[in-house]
């Protein structure tokens, strides 16, 4: 070991060299080893090791210290193993810029479906479908990051609510359910606000004296319950109480003082009607002014704040019982699916949480129709109800007559303001699209009827519809809608709409309408196989069609040579679960409304729920 310590080369020093497998570790190492070994001293040389001592067979380990430090990989798996539940903290303003990229690429990615739709391109058709698929996957993962229990805005109505009630002189107990529901974190912000005005007013107004309660034969704790939970892609907040609800012969009262409608008016007004006029600016019941209430500051806020977020506020009370408040907010703003509309050659969106149905009437004759004017007014009868009419283009133009539109077809568009439903009709409907949401220019903010933009899948500009905003600029109020009473109507106590197809069997068949996300017809050329399925290219993905007579074992009515020359095949498309399908049908046959209970006994195979009998007809309930 001396001897070889004299020699100039430090390499010398590879005690790992008596062996083979020894060269083999050495080589692993050699950076380490030539590296970390400086060039020996005689003080260094006379000093005993205890390599010297070791038998020749032996030879010592290599420095592992060192090894990990350079080689941090070098366990057998050669991956860093990473936990389930390990985190980091990222900036807030780093998720909202992905999510603004995110929007991007959605708008990227309707614009090169768009332009693929004109062309006949299979390797095209593939890469947009998949792209479709990776894309709508990101924007799911990204929002994901945004949001947090609504937990953290709902736990602090525990001590406002027991602080408010130790004030009042009451006994209030609160109950939260649904505090695992997740939110976008901006909006989880946004509702502290309005929640916190409503509980207060449930306190104050809603829930009486324990010794009132005693006295109605109540409880004498008063309890606030405040649930939320997911709804048709959107979240749900319900705020209810067991108080003494909502005296309309008050609200009547303060409303006339107030001015605010004429006698008459109101005694044609419902009573939900009469107790939405809480919701108007300056309008309180309160017999005198407190720390809580009385100054007509409140719901008016709540409102304006709710609708602001792209949401709708519901209220339900009855004299002794209670009040319930819901609140439905949109699970995020940054993207939302739409209807696009055109309308005097422009192109305007339309968020689907405010649609509610789409008719298409023959205007070729006016007294078919179903159109008539009321009270200067055009107004349709649906399903027992009598919904105004506004014609979008006349709202453009600032010209709220009666429209004078000679097409033979009238499209409208049946949308929900605040619990009221009135039709707008357009020259147009365009598509559905998942639509990035842009805030107008300071310029634009003050035209009520629009509340953002967007870039479309061609290139072009479309203004975002607030229906709200519509509604109050066509002068729409609760005085239009007429009662089904007064037109005749017999009110039903459960009403289910229904779709009547034609499978190409006997008897009438049909779907529960609320499965139903589109009516199409495609080409019969333009299906795929794969195996024994089959599918379509549609909206960015794969369809899967399924022939619902032949799934049934139905035996068919129809020869099967016409069946097997046709070239259109009507499709029924339902969303069941986060994908969609394509029932295959030989016709839609039309919109049916029943309240006729289902009768079980008539289930003879999986795939059909049972029988609907009414006074004209048995229908078939498929289950989708």
């Not at 209670?322 to 305007?348: D, E, N, R, V, Y």
């Not at 070239?567 to 986060?578: F, H, I, R, S, T």
Request: aromatic share 4%.
């Amino acid at each position: 070991l001396n001897r070889a310590m004299a020699g100039p080369k430090p390499e010398a020093l590879n005690f790992l060299s008596h062996s083979p497998q020894a060269e083999s570790r050495a080589a692993r190492v050699e950076p380490m080893a030539v590296a970390a070994v400086p060039r020996p001293t005689p003080e260094a040389a006379s000093l005993p090791t205890a390599a010297a001592a070791l038998p020749p067979s032996v030879s010592p380990a290599p420095d592992t210290k060192k090894a990990s430090d350079i080689s941090p990989k070098a366990e057998s798996s050669g991956k860093v193993e990473e936990k389930e539940n390990d985190t980091i903290r990222v900036n807030v303003a780093l998720l909202s810029n992905l999510m603004n990229l995110v929007g991007e690429l959605v708008l990227t990615k309707n614009q090169l479906q768009q332009a693929s739709s004109y062309t006949v391109n299979d390797e095209l058709t593939r890469g947009n479908q998949r792209l479709g698929v990776i894309t709508s996957e990101l924007q799911s993962e990204v929002m994901k990051t945004r949001m947090q229990p609504i937990g953290s805005a709902l736990t602090k109505f525990q001590r406002l609510v027991r602080d408010t009630a130790k004030d009042l002189g009451k006994s209030i107990e609160l109950t939260l359910d649904g505090t695992d529901t997740e939110l976008d974190r901006t909006l989880v912000e946004a509702v502290k606000d309005p929640l916190t005005h409503i509980v207060r007013n449930a306190m104050d107004h809603g829930l009486e004296t324990p010794a009132e309660r005693k006295a109605m034969g109540k409880n004498e704790t008063g309890r606030i319950k405040i649930q939320s939970y997911q709804e048709s892609g959107h979240i749900v907040i319900e705020v209810s109480d067991d108080g003494r609800g909502l005296n309309v012969d008050r609200i009547k009262t303060k409303v006339i003082e107030k001015n605010l409608v004429s006698k008459e008016t109101l005694a044609g007004l419902s009573e939900r009607e009469i107790q939405n006029f809480i919701f108007l600016p300056g309008f309180s019941t309160a017999e005198a002014v407190s720390n809580l209430s009385g100054r007509g500051v409140g719901m008016d806020v709540v409102k304006t704040n709710i609708e602001r977020i792209g949401g709708t506020i519901e209220l339900s009370s009855r004299l002794g019982s209670g009040t319930s408040i819901k609140l439905k907010i949109p699970l995020t703003l940054a993207i939302m699916p739409a209807l696009i509309i055109g309308t005097s050659g422009q192109k305007f969106a339309i968020p689907q949480s405010k649609l509610v149905e789409l008719l298409r009437l023959d205007n070729s004759d006016p007294a078919a129709s179903g159109i008539e004017i009321l009270q200067g007014v055009p107004v349709y009868r649906l399903r027992g109800t009598i919904m105004p009419l506004v014609t979008f283009a006349q709202i453009l133009t600032q010209d709220l007559g009666v429209s004078n539109d000679s097409s033979s077809i009238q499209n409208i568009v049946v949308v929900n303001s605040n619990g009221t439903l009135f039709g707008l009709i357009v020259e147009d409907i365009e598509d559905t699209a998942d639509i990035v949401v842009k805030a107008l220019p300071e310029f634009l903010r003050g035209i009520k009827i629009f509340s953002g933009a967007t870039i479309l899948g061609d290139g072009a500009v479309a203004l975002t519809v607030d229906i709200n905003g519509l509604a109050e600029k066509a002068g729409l109020t609760a005085a239009v809608q007429a009662k089904p009473q007064e037109i005749g109507a017999v009110e039903k106590a459960v009403e289910i709409e229904y779709l009547g197809v034609d499978i190409g069997a006997k008897g009438n068949c049909i779907f529960p309408l609320c499965l139903v996300s589109r009516l199409e017809e495609f080409d019969v050329k333009d299906f795929h196989w794969a195996g024994e399925k089959k599918f379509i290219p549609y909206r960015g993905s794969a369809l899967p069609l399924i022939d619902v007579r032949k799934t049934l074992n139905i035996p068919s009515t129809v020869d099967s040579s016409l069946s097997s020359t046709k070239e259109k095949q009507a499709v029924v498309v339902v969303k069941l679960g986060d994908r969609d399908y394509g029932l295959e049908v030989d016709a839609i046959v039309d919109l049916v409304v029943s309240s006729a209970d289902l009768d079980v006994k008539m289930k003879d195979r999986p795939g059909i729920m049972g029988a609907l009998v009414d006074t004209k007809d048995v229908m078939i309930l498929l289950d989708a």
